[in-house]
């Protein structure tokens, strides 16, 4: 091991630790390591672990650039769950989910996106070992001391996973006492709003420690409706913005053949398809042909479901308990056990039912009572009376950790032997949902009784237990006749409940200490072995289950809904070695290698070799090169089909109707922004595999006391990456002359609308990004107080994605500097800038910060011919220049004032976020899921206050 080091200097070497994201780190150290009086005895730091090295080491900074957030950082943010705090960070990108994704989201977690190479490529560790569930919110705010956020590839030291970096949360120690928190927040526009409690207990004595925390918070959600930029669905076609929504609408839209539509008086409506598309005429009922008129479409038309029950920030209740203590059990042998166990129910919200009859297989009979048109037609319909649909979750999470660990004899090695259990039990419920069995009887043949009354089937053959249902109009609960309809609605109403849990089981030791000794210093190692064992189970529903071999789909509800079960189990048996080598009295070397063996792919080995350079006190520079891999997940080999509904557009968008089969003279626009895309495992993947290399330097001078600047350069480079061809890639592939493609879709062969998309996980390209992380910190202490500042950049100067069949390549992406939303098969939101500034004062009992995140302007679309077109009617009609437009650069202020009450032993803080009510970026419906904004980068909330009260027993 290298040499011990003065305090005075490893306070100098903190300070510069790689992009350390935690002014108050850096002002810890100064505070309490001054310079040693001359004569007397430096003192020495002890070894400690960093994340991204299993050695034991005294030097702050490796070879590995490590951002720090620490207690005090996490404190004076006001968060109650860690997801916003982590997600704000610079070097993260793209799609990551958080609390305010509704379509798609709904189970209140927050995911961690490195480099924005996705959440599964980003390792999370919980005192350095791993953590089942991928969501940060679960992990309590009360129990972590600081974070450390690796920004380098870590297979060598952790495994699969660690591409994109390691984010470790470390456990108190040694902490005390007892406190106890409330806080309470509320939005500039009275609601969304936030309440919590927290309270931690804490013990430390000659043989052990534990500590004991328990928290509770609730967030109360934001309706779409509430806000501008999403009170209404807009789409951008043509290059003009319009208010316009669903085809799915309260008053319908109902497809006629041509001959049905002359004979009823509506020949005017029938387009070149040789169909009519008709609605109802508003305050009519329905009854009669002359109660429809032509559908237009757009705002005339369209239903608004922004306004009917979407959200941009979904409820979200949490509950948690969590233990961790150490006790000495002799003078070389310690125990220890972490558990955490967190409880969440949460729900997505988003606008009532939709009825599709040419995608959910059920016409609207010309034999009901209620069809006035006598024939059998397509209808599309919204389901006012079941009210707003809700996916309500429940989502219990365990992760415990139990072991020894202790010193062999009086050598400097030290080993750790310990046992692991992760278990996530989710229960999904859908709400909003009805049998369609059931309901094909309601819309099909009906009659009225001897007695008037309204009969499912015919005279000779009566559906038992059925009453017929008007998909033509309304129900009016005021009248008998819509209170029957309503509660006809009801009986069809079906309890869709889903079950998903998530088990992993581990073993691991883990040796560490010194070798042998070199000139230059003492070669330190580490050694290990671990053992997981992980098993996943997805159960929906039984009326969810798809039917048919999957070229088909359907099931016994709304097709958005339908699902196959997965289950299966993966296990690995892993090695590994990493070794400090000192080749000079200022140049380090680190090499490290895993070898890991899958029950389900085989076996790979993956090394890793860092060099740290201290050319001057002032200055050392570093760089890695490491290979990295990421296993398939159970989901990626096993998953059970299931279906989503991605936005597209048709590539066939004003090109003659032709393009989509059919006849006629015209042009074709497609009637729905979204399709049916079936999704599933696939039991022949490999794994990703690739490299990654950074380089750096870390400077804090002499010269001025409490500067530091780092600068890391990375680059990461993947192969065979685990993914879905996407909607979009393959209708423009097929488009663009690839056939293979051609064969993965279906078209409505009365529309032409994209029916049904095939797109199962393939091990189908790469990835390439590069870029470099800037980072400056400054602590100055003054008769007026104590003052810190960090600011943390990221550059993302390349982020290309290949999409390769047969070794052609048949799609690109050049994110850098872009959004494309995964619905359109892309992968989010790549800022060329992202920063994060922070400013902190301190006085007596006074503390005051002022926050800066910084999101860089974007690019929405392409001027490629092959690219993605950010205008619905598409390339062919708007021309290049068309489907590209801009959006500026966003800053959120966050500002926090505290003060500490020492007879009270009370510490009051009060925050606003986003202090400027910054509003996010336009996107437009046809970019965008939710809202017309990334709501996964910007925030959707507003202006907000918040205050807490913390009181130290």
């Excluded at 008709?278 to 237009?296: A, H, K, L, N, Q």
Aim: glycine residues 12%; aromatic residues 10%; negative net charge.
């Amino acid at each position: 091991m290298t040499a011990p080091t003065s305090l005075a200097a490893g306070v100098r070497r903190a300070l510069a630790l790689g992009l350390a994201g935690s002014t108050a780190l850096a002002g810890q150290a100064i505070a309490q390591g001054t310079t040693p009086a001359e004569g007397t005895e430096a003192k020495t730091l002890d070894a400690v672990q960093v994340t991204g090295t299993r050695i034991r080491r005294v030097d702050a900074e490796t070879a590995s650039p490590v951002l720090v957030l620490d207690r005090a950082t996490i404190e004076r943010s006001g968060a109650v769950t860690l997801g916003n705090l982590i997600q704000s960070t610079p070097s993260i990108a793209g799609a990551a989910t958080n609390p305010a994704v509704n379509n798609g989201g709904g189970d209140g977690a927050s995911t961690v996106s490195l480099r924005g190479l996705g959440e599964q490529r980003t390792l999370l560790l919980l005192d350095g070992r791993r953590v089942t569930y991928d969501d940060i919110n679960s992990i309590p705010v009360e129990m972590i001391e600081r974070v450390e956020v690796l920004k380098d590839g870590a297979s060598a030291i952790y495994g699969s996973d660690a591409i994109g970096g390691v984010v470790n949360f470390i456990i108190k120690r040694g902490f005390e006492g007892a406190t106890a928190t409330v806080n309470y927040g509320i939005s500039s526009r009275d609601d969304g709003e936030r309440t919590g409690a927290s309270s931690t207990l804490g013990w430390s004595g000659d043989r052990g420690s534990a500590i004991l925390s328990v928290n509770y918070n609730k967030q109360e959600k934001i309706s779409s409706a509430d806000r501008d930029f999403s009170a209404f669905a807009l789409y951008l076609s043509t290059g003009v913005v319009s208010r316009a929504g669903s085809s799915s609408t309260p008053r319908g839209r109902y497809t006629l053949p041509a001959a049905v539509a002359i004979a009823n008086g509506l020949g005017a409506c029938v387009g070149g398809s040789g169909f009519a598309n008709v609605t109802r005429r508003e305050g009519t009922s329905g009854t009669s042909p002359s109660d429809f008129r032509c559908y237009v479409g757009g705002e005339t038309d369209s239903y608004n479901y922004q306004a009917a029950g979407n959200v941009v920030m979904t409820p979200q209740e949490r509950a948690g308990l969590a233990f961790s203590g150490k006790l000495d059990l002799t003078e070389t042998v310690t125990a220890f056990a972490t558990f955490l166990g967190q409880n969440t129910r949460s729900a997505g919200i988003i606008a009532p039912l939709p009825f599709f009859s040419d995608f959910d297989g059920i016409p609207l009979s010309g034999q009901s009572i209620y069809n006035p048109f006598g024939a059998d037609v397509n209808g599309r319909y919204r389901i006012l009376g079941l009210g707003d649909r809700s996916y309500e979750y429940e989502t219990d999470f365990k992760q415990m950790y139990a072991g020894l660990e202790g010193a062999i004899g009086n050598t400097s090695w030290r080993w750790d032997a310990t046992l692991g259990y992760g278990r996530l039990v989710q229960t999904n419920e859908d709400v909003g949902y009805i049998d369609y069995a059931r309901l094909a009887n309601a819309l099909g043949p009906s009659f009225r009784d001897a007695q008037n009354v309204p009969r499912c089937g015919t005279p000779g053959n009566v559906i038992a237990n059925c009453t017929p249902i008007n998909f033509f109009n309304q129900p009016d609960p005021a009248t008998p006749e819509g209170q029957a309809q309503i509660a006809a609605l009801e009986a069809l109403r079906v309890p869709v409940i889903d079950n998903t849990t998530n088990t992993e089981r581990s073993l691991s030791l883990n040796f560490s200490g010194d070798l042998f000794e070199l000139p230059a210093g003492t070669v330190g190692a580490a050694i290990g072995a671990e053992y997981r064992k992980e098993r996943f189970d997805f159960r929906p529903a039984a009326i969810k289950f798809i039917q048919g071999d999957g070229s088909t789909f359907g099931c016994g509800i709304s097709s958005e809904s339908c699902a196959n079960p997965t289950s299966g189990s993966t296990t690995v048996k892993e090695l590994y070695a990493e070794f400090l080598l000192p080749l000079a009295s200022r140049l380090n070397a680190t090499l490290g290698t895993r070898w890991s063996d899958y029950d389900s792919f085989g076996s790979t080995t993956n090394s890793k070799l860092g060099l740290e350079w201290r050319v001057i006190d002032d200055l050392m520079l570093r760089g890695t090169y490491a290979e990295v891999f990421r296993a398939p997940t159970i989901t990626d080999l096993y998953g059970g089909i299931r279906i989503t509904n991605p936005v597209y557009s048709d590539p066939c968008n004003g090109r003659p109707l032709s393009c989509v089969g059919l006849s006629g003279p015209g042009t074709f626009q497609q009637g729905l922004g979204q399709t049916n895309a079936l999704l599933g495992g696939n039991e022949n993947l490999k794994p990703e595999t690739g490299d990654v290399i950074t380089w750096g330097a870390v400077y804090s001078p002499e010269w001025l006391d409490g500067f530091s600047a780092t600068l890391d350069v990375w680059r990461v480079s993947l192969e065979d990456t685990i993914q879905t061809y996407g909607t979009q890639p393959i209708l423009d592939a097929c488009f663009a002359g690839n056939t293979t493609f051609c064969s993965l879709f279906t078209r409505n062969p009365a529309t032409g609308d994209v029916f049904l998309v095939q797109d199962r996980q393939q091990n189908a390209g790469t990835t390439v990004t590069r870029g470099f992380d800037l980072g400056f910190k400054y602590a100055l202490d003054t008769d007026w107080g104590s003052f810190r500042y960090s600011l943390d950049t990221t550059y993302v100067a390349q982020y290309d994605v290949k999409v390769i069949v047969n070794g052609v390549v048949v799609d690109q992406q050049f994110n850098a500097g872009t959004f494309l939303p995964a619905s359109k098969g892309g992968l989010g939101n790549y800022s060329r800038w992202r920063a994060l500034g922070t400013l902190n004062w301190t006085l007596g009992n006074w503390e005051a910060q002022w926050t800066q995140r910084y999101v860089h302007g974007f690019k929405v679309g392409s001027l490629r011919e092959d690219g993605p077109c950010a205008d619905n009617a598409g390339r062919s009609v708007v021309g290049n220049a068309g489907c590209v437009f801009f959006r500026g650069a966003n800053t959120y202020h966050n500002f926090q004032v505290g003060y500490r009450v020492d007879g009270w032993n009370t510490r009051f803080m009060l925050g606003i976020d986003n202090a400027f009510d910054k509003q996010p970026a336009i996107l437009y419906q046809n970019n965008s899921l939710n809202g017309n904004i990334d709501e996964r980068t910007h925030d959707t909330v507003g202006r907000f206050y918040w205050a807490s009260a913390t009181v130290s027993f």
